[in-house]
């Protein structure tokens, strides 16, 4: 069964740094590309990053870009997400997901609050 | 960008026949795909490349895509179905690439 299971979400202060996880199980992490996708509370879903399979292309949505880096560790079948210089707008779940096109799996999320 | 507009909210009776509509300019010509997410959960893909239905979803779940409109349609809707529904494209000329529409809530009267 696939499984993917986010972790790391807290209460940051504005400016402060994150570092999201996600741990895959049920499948090899290493043949798919992989996303990060947020929802900021009672709002719609947000396309945040991608990764390809072997990490060496990354993409970012213009609100996160220079701020947060995709990466992974395909031998820890884990997915990774730094965030420096948090904003309060960055408040939301956090899901990582599976596959380039379409998303065939998510994660449950994990919450980022970003307050004073 | 890309952009995807739905209406926020969709109301049906039981039994009746919903019809959430995704308009984008030429989606017609992209692949959309459509995710089912209930309240508290993550969310789930219903309808793949226009058309496909995922393992698990019901017949009652179709999808259409023609010119600036795609459509998913949900026959013999049930209480069950209450959700919200997002649809979604891959633009890969667009910043950002991947594009959510803003999602329609579905009451079931």
């Known amino acids: 069964e696939v499984q993917l299971v986010e972790s790391g979400g807290h209460l940051v202060q504005p400016g402060g740094s994150l570092r999201l996880s996600c741990a895959a199980s049920?499948?090899?992490?290493?043949?798919?590309?992989m996303h990060w996708v947020r929802q900021p509370p009672g709002k719609g879903l947000v396309w945040v990053s991608r990764?390809?399979?072997?990490?060496?292309?990354?993409t970012y949505a213009d609100s996160v870009k220079g701020r947060f880096t995709i990466s992974r560790d395909n031998a820890k079948n884990t997915l990774y997400l730094q965030m420096n210089s948090l904003r309060v707008e960055d408040t939301a779940v956090y899901y990582c997901a599976r596959r380039l096109d379409p998303i065939d799996s998510w994660g449950q999320g994990t919450q980022v609050t970003v307050s004073s | 960008s890309y952009v995807l507009t739905q209406p926020p909210s969709v109301s049906v009776a039981p039994g009746e026949t919903a019809r959430i509509p995704c308009g984008g300019n030429?989606?017609?010509?992209?692949?959309v795909h459509w995710y089912q997410q209930k309240p508290g959960q993550a969310p789930v893909l219903v309808i793949s490349?226009?058309?496909d239905r995922s393992s698990g979803i019901p017949e009652r779940f179709s999808g259409s895509n023609s010119g600036n409109t795609a459509t998913l349609t949900i026959s013999r809707v049930e209480a069950g179905d209450e959700a919200d529904f997002y649809c979604?494209?891959?633009?890969?000329?667009?910043?950002?690439?991947?594009?959510f529409g803003s999602g329609t809530k579905v009451t079931v009267l």
């Open positions: 049920g499948f090899s992490l290493s043949k798919f590309w």
């Open positions: 030429h989606i017609g010509s992209k692949s």
């Open positions: 490349n226009d058309s």
């Open positions: 979604q494209v891959w633009d890969t000329s667009s910043d950002p690439p991947h594009v």
């Open positions: 990764i390809n399979s072997d990490g060496s292309d990354t």
